[in-house]
C-alpha cells in the first residue's frame, strides 16, 4: 500500500498543573513521498539513457578515428 501526500497530525493534551486541567493542542502538517519508488522510477530512465549515450559515443569516436585514416 503506498500512502503518499499532505498529512496532519493533531495533538490534545491535557495536563494537570496541581490547581487545574491544563490543555494543550497542537497541529502540524508533514508530506510523505515514496522516495523508493521515486528512486526506482528515476532508475528505470536513467540507466537505459545512459546506456544509450555511451553507445553513441563509443560509435562516434570509431567514426572519426576511420574518417581520420582516410
Not at 526506482?40 to 549515450?53: G, K
Not at 563509443?58 to 582516410?70: D, T
Amino acid at each position: 500500500k503506498l500512502r503518499w501526500g499532505k498529512y496532519t497530525a493533531k495533538l490534545l493534551l491535557i495536563y494537570d498543573d496541581g490547581k487545574r486541567d491544563v490543555p494543550i493542542e497542537a497541529e502540524v502538517s508533514f508530506w510523505v513521498v515514496p522516495w523508493r519508488l521515486i528512486v526506482y522510477i528515476f532508475a528505470i530512465i536513467f540507466f537505459p539513457a545512459m546506456i544509450v549515450y555511451i553507445i553513441m559515443k563509443w560509435r562516434m569516436k570509431k567514426v572519426i578515428k576511420r574518417q581520420n585514416k582516410k
